[in-house]
């Protein structure tokens, strides 16, 4: 539904210059996009890191254009049922939230829970063999149990054969994409991204009518990996996409398992490596995964997506759990990423860390970043 929020919202994504992270900077300050969109020079220079190429891309005819491709896109997500989740829809992954570098917008098209209560992602070469297709439908057959959503990324190989072989078990299966939803890339793949569209789900960052540019994969990646509760490596050469993935999702603190593959062979030199420098567990059965997620506790974890509660959300604000909350997962984070995450302004958040500091509850540390304590 066309919404005046989101219109000001879709807007302010859409201008030259203005990234993810200076976005979230501008909603701090400014409290909404539209409020951001109409703020005079004067005040958007006192922001920290809005310079004057900034404050003429926000006030000069770039807004103007930008305002004017927001309206046109959300018609055309209106008429094909698109949904646009900008990060402070609580439809929004939850999970994507906890990544330092998440798009601030998302578009999105089918019924699958994006904050299913267990998520996971397939990766793997381009170039994949009978062996991977095997391990792929073994790997699948076995976690059928939990029900998880399984995320990978259209492209040919490892992930057109986990999204088909998720459809095949009527596991719900999601693909990230590298160009804009209207876009089926690779076009060979389009019958069974309409099957997913119907009962899993297409999602990307990128605009309507964006081209796969090669430059879009490695950032369609970390989608991929912040999305997902773990990440396993099928089949991978010694450098490529998949690895990407993998390295990915260790930053995010998120586990990361590999099919071990015959020595020698090329399509799994990237996998080996992998179990070799200890930076994936080795996957051999299902429990290997159960044992590594957590999932072995329980079959069905009932509701969405919810970081693990260590603290009463009864003993704080509604503002302050959320800071905590984000402290449970993250370990420690930057009072920037704090805000980001928890979707409160700058200064609020700074002023609830000190009140949480006196009471105990965190502990300050070098860099502006904070812990539990």
């Not at 220079?45 to 896109?73: C, F, H, M, N, Y």
């Not at 290997?288 to 704080?316: C, I, M, R, T, V």
């Amino acid at each position: 539904m066309l919404t005046d929020d989101l219109y000001h919202e879709l807007a302010l994504t859409l201008l030259p210059g203005i990234g993810p992270q200076l976005t979230r900077q501008l909603m701090s300050y400014g409290s909404s996009a539209k409020n951001v969109l109409h703020l005079p020079p004067g005040k958007l220079r006192r922001i920290p890191g809005v310079g004057d190429a900034t404050v003429k891309i926000l006030t000069g005819p770039e807004r103007g254009k930008a305002l004017t491709q927001a309206e046109a896109s959300l018609r055309k997500a209106e008429k094909e049922g698109v949904e646009i989740l900008f990060y402070t829809n609580k439809r929004y992954p939850s999970r994507l939230k906890l990544i330092p570098d998440a798009p601030v917008l998302l578009y999105y098209q089918g019924p699958a829970d994006l904050n299913a209560p267990k998520t996971l992602a397939l990766v793997g070469t381009r170039q994949a063999t009978e062996y991977g297709r095997e391990q792929t439908e073994r790997l699948l057959k076995g976690v059928l149990p939990h029900q998880p959503l399984i995320i990978s990324g259209l492209a040919y190989g490892i992930d057109i054969m986990a999204h088909r072989a998720a459809l095949q078990e009527g596991l719900q299966t999601v693909g990230v994409m590298a160009t804009g939803l209207d876009i089926i890339y690779p076009a060979a793949h389009r019958k069974t991204a309409e099957k997913m569209r119907e009962t899993g789900g297409l999602l990307t960052e990128f605009s309507f009518g964006t081209q796969p540019d090669r430059y879009n994969f490695p950032q369609r990646n970390r989608i991929i990996a912040g999305l997902a509760d773990g990440t396993v490596v099928v089949e991978a050469a010694a450098k490529g996409g998949a690895l990407i993935t993998a390295e990915l999702a260790l930053s995010y603190d998120r586990d990361v398992l590999a099919v071990p593959g015959p020595l020698g062979a090329p399509s799994s030199e990237g996998c080996n490596a992998l179990i070799k420098s200890h930076k994936a567990a080795l996957y051999q059965e299902p429990k290997d995964l159960e044992q590594l997620l957590n999932w072995d506790a329980a079959l069905h974890l009932p509701g969405k997506f919810q970081p693990p509660p260590s603290y009463s959300a009864a003993d704080f604000t509604t503002d302050e759990f959320a800071l905590i909350t984000v402290l449970m997962v993250s370990k420690e984070a930057h009072i920037d990423d704090l805000a980001w995450k928890a979707q409160l302004p700058i200064h609020l958040v700074a002023s609830l860390l000190l009140g949480l500091e006196f009471r105990g509850v965190v502990r300050a540390l070098p860099g502006k970043k904070f812990v539990l304590v």
